[in-house]
């Protein structure tokens, strides 16, 4: 339990990272549209090899993934719309403000993110007995913009940087739990159901970068975008390969 709690915080300490560069220095928007982009490709290949091609071997090939994972992007995007219309929506916007009023909604948003990717690490922790170097680097690399964008907003509302230090290590103390929660509530699991917990959250992540993370990378990086999330992309694949090899 402890190693899962471990990697969960080695995995969202980034967050942290993120906020200090966020509230201590100046990065352009192009430089955090580019980070995302990467950031993106990352996590696109984990959710891929990691998740869904694992969900539908431990599924036997039946429709078990199909279904999980249509259920985990639809759950995201429905309690996304709540989040946002309590003032979270922009949570992962570079240029976004940060006021008081929008703090909670952000928090339960930025949480909610982190939810299904903690789990999944978990549940990786428990499966192989060791931690996935792919989807812990695909989690850390994604975090670092959003921290930093997030944390700029704060600084311009005029947070001090020990407040906003404190609220990114709060939020990745939370995600870290869940990691555990992954790592124990499935212990004795069936294959059918960590198939569909690996294939939920694979589509409630596919559903978070569709709708928030690539838009925005795009925005600011422009066709670099593309080229970074595809570098991205290749890095997680070459991890993997060479994990397995």
């Known amino acids: 339990m402890w190693t899962a709690f471990i990697w969960g915080i080695i995995s969202t300490s980034s967050l942290v990272l993120g906020?200090?560069?966020?509230?201590?220095?100046?990065?352009?928007?192009?430089?955090?549209?580019?980070?995302?982009?990467?950031?993106?490709?990352?996590?696109?290949?984990?959710?891929?090899?990691?998740?869904?091609?694992?969900?539908?071997i431990l599924a036997?090939?039946?429709?078990?993934?199909?279904?999980?994972?249509?259920s985990g992007a639809l759950i995201f995007f429905f309690v996304d719309r709540i989040i946002g219309n309590m003032g979270g929506a922009d949570r992962?916007?570079?240029n976004a403000p940060s006021t008081s009023t929008l703090v909670i909604p952000m928090v339960i948003g930025i949480i909610m993110d982190?939810?299904?990717?903690?789990?999944?690490?978990?549940?990786?922790?428990?499966?192989?007995?060791?931690?996935?170097?792919?989807?812990?680097?695909a989690i850390f690399i994604s975090n670092i913009p959003e921290a930093i964008a997030g944390s700029a907003g704060m600084k311009s509302s005029g947070w001090s940087v020990q407040k906003i230090i404190s609220l990114w290590l709060f939020i990745a103390l939370i995600?870290?739990?869940?990691?555990?929660?992954?790592?124990?509530f499935f212990e004795n699991a069936s294959d059918g159901t960590i198939a569909f917990v690996n294939a939920f959250?694979?589509?409630?992540?596919?559903?978070?970068?569709?709708?928030?993370?690539?838009?925005?990378?795009y925005k600011h990086a422009g066709k670099l975008a593309g080229v970074f999330t595809v570098l991205g992309f290749i890095v997680s694949v070459a991890i993997t390969i060479l994990e397995n090899n």
């Open 19 to 56: 906020g200090l560069i966020g509230s201590t220095l100046k990065i352009g928007n192009k430089s955090l549209g580019i980070i995302m982009a990467f950031g993106q490709g990352v996590l696109i290949s984990a959710i891929a090899y990691e998740l869904v091609y694992e969900s539908v």
């Open 60 to 70: 036997k090939f039946s429709a078990i993934p199909l279904v999980s994972f249509l």
């Open 92 to 94: 992962k916007n570079i």
């Open 114 to 137: 982190g939810i299904p990717e903690s789990t999944v690490l978990g549940l990786g922790i428990l499966e192989t007995g060791s931690v996935s170097m792919a989807m812990l680097i």
């Open 175 to 184: 995600c870290a739990v869940f990691t555990v929660f992954g790592y124990s």
């Open 201 to 217: 959250a694979g589509g409630a992540m596919l559903m978070m970068l569709a709708n928030t993370m690539i838009p925005e990378s």
